[in-house]
T-cell receptor, first 111, second 111 residues
Framework: RKEVEQDPGPFNVPEGATVAFNCTYSNSASQSFFWYRQDCRKEPKLLMSVYSSGNEDGRFTAQLNRASQYISLLIRDSKLSDSATYLC????????????FGQGTELSVKP | NAGVTQTPKFQVLKTGQSMTLQCAQDMNHNSMYWYRQDPGMGLRLIYYSASEGTTDKGEVPNGYNVSRLNKREFSLRLESAAPSQTSVYFCATTTEGLEQYFGPGTRLTVT
């Protein structure tokens, strides 16, 4: 079983739609959680950290469920510019500063 | 501030040739990382350096060597390139809170 698993997609949605991505992780000792965004042929960029109580940044909401070991990202009112691959990233206490990346979920927002 | 810079941006090598990928950061972070990204494989850690003077192997270190020259610079060397090393290579640094910042990448083709 992979340490971090995501639905690879692609998710094809119309502008204005709400889309949700899920991610599961296998190491219950994991402590830090992030969502990154990667545009085609570019470097990954930090979208948001994920906190235990859940957090929101504009149209983006991240949730963490430690009991079920999954993380979610909700994007409301999708824009064309949201088209990208979204990477779920996890750190485990017993792995020091190493981050484990999911393979990413591709999102395509259409007019 | 430039953040994380990488050189070169593109490189084509013949099998057996050697080269060094350079990475520099001006973010004053202690930790630096080298990843490779291949289609369908996600980001895989090659080597990392938790601080100046220390380096550790990641998930896929075979065929690579690294040097943490000083706090700013972390280089990746391919001693004898193989076609299996055709990939996109990303350098990254990490804050104390494990937020990772990436360079623009080096696209390497080995023929």
């Amino acid at each position: 079983r992979k340490e971090v698993e995501q639905d690879p997609g692609p998710f094809n949605v119309p502008e204005g739609a709400t889309v949700a991505f899920n991610c599961t992780y296998s190491n219950s000792a994991s402590q830090s959680f992030f969502w990154y965004r990667q545009d085609c042929r570019k470097e990954p960029k930090l979208l948001m950290s994920v906190y235990s109580s859940g957090n929101e940044d504009g149209r983006f909401t991240a949730q963490l469920n430690r009991a079920s070991q999954y993380i979610s990202l909700l994007i409301r009112d999708s824009k064309l510019s949201d088209s990208a691959t979204y990477l779920c990233v996890v750190n485990s206490y017993n792995q020091g500063g190493k981050l484990i990346f999911g393979q990413g979920t591709e999102l395509s927002v259409k007019p | 501030n430039a953040g994380v810079t990488q050189t070169p941006k593109f490189q084509v090598l013949k099998t057996g040739q050697s080269m060094t990928l350079q990475c520099a950061q001006d973010m004053n972070h202690n930790s630096m990382y080298w990843y490779r990204q291949d289609p369908g494989m996600g980001l895989r850690l090659i080597y990392y350096s938790a601080s100046e003077g220390t380096t550790d192997k990641g998930e896929v270190p075979n065929g690579y060597n690294v040097s943490r020259l000083n706090k700013r610079e972390f280089s990746l060397r391919l001693e004898s390139a193989a076609p299996s090393q055709t990939s996109v290579y990303f350098c990254a640094t990490t804050t104390e809170g494990l937020e990772q910042y990436f360079g623009p990448g080096t696209r390497l083709t080995v023929t």
